[in-house]
């Protein structure tokens, strides 16, 4: 087995239910990445790091006599933001033991595509000198993925060059061209307005400030759509 440090797949969630189970969309990106992952450690190819990425997630249930009641709100802390059942966990947790630990990794922050790409660069990309990523996901949602992680690489400047992996299971094309053609209906205009506001973007503080807006606020620790955010300090290092 060789480890390729300078590699890493990056599975983008697709949401979680409100018992921390993940959607169909996240579980299938998962599995996704799992059987490839397989192959690869059993026929010795060469590892890239796994990033299974999103913060979009609910707190852990609480069990009382054998019954279930999920805890409601969103976390008011980073300590609180640790107990949620996260697309990214959501995804590990089906992901394949065989794969050394130290190259699993979570991105648990981001709220949207967008703030995938920011965290990714920021967290991954820049501290590991990562010079390739791949991104996983389905099919119709890879233009809009690839669009926020260009134009993230355009502002933060890291050296890093982007694919996307072409797994037929995640080809609602070919499997299911009825969600297939559902999906592009609603990318139309998701890509539309994302990419006006990316294209608004003249320079690194102009993107910063979309990335900060309606997200984490990680001046005060908690999520608030509403709170300006002042200051931005580090969000607590990736386990």
């Known amino acids: 087995m060789v480890v390729q440090s300078n590699t890493a797949y990056v599975i983008l969630g697709g949401g979680v239910h409100p018992l921390g189970s ?3 969309l996240t579980q299938e990106r998962a599995h996704a990445i799992n059987t490839l992952a397989e192959e690869m450690f059993l026929h010795g190819e060469t590892l890239p790091y796994f990033i ?3 913060g979009k997630g609910y707190r852990n249930p609480v069990a009382i006599r054998g019954v279930v009641y999920p805890i409601d709100g969103k976390p008011e802390s980073w300590e609180e933001y640790e107990q949620v059942v996260t697309e990214a966990r959501a995804m590990e947790e089906l992901f394949n033991n065989s794969i050394p ?3 699993v990794l979570r991105e648990e922050y981001s709220q949207s595509t967008i703030q995938n790409a920011f965290f990714i660069f920021t967290l ?3 501290p590991l000198s990562l010079e390739r990523l791949v991104l996983v996901t389905h099919d119709w949602h890879r233009e809009r993925a690839l669009l926020c992680f260009e134009k993230a690489r355009q502002f933060l400047l890291p050296p890093v060059a982007l694919d996307v992996l072409d797994l037929e299971i995640l080809n609602d094309a070919k499997v299911q061209p009825e969600r297939y053609a559902a999906q592009m ?3 139309k205009e998701k890509i539309g307005r994302i990419g006006t506001a990316l294209n608004a973007c003249k320079c690194t503080t102009d993107y910063l400030s979309l990335i900060y807006s309606g997200s984490w606020d990680l001046s005060l620790g908690r999520f608030d759509r509403k709170a300006p955010v002042t200051y931005k300090p580090d969000p607590p290092n990736h386990k």
């Open 22 to 24: 993940p959607k169909r």
């Open 52 to 54: 299974f990425c999103g």
């Open 101 to 103: 630990p130290g190259l």
């Open 124 to 126: 991954f990309a820049t």
């Open 185 to 187: 209906e609603s990318e």
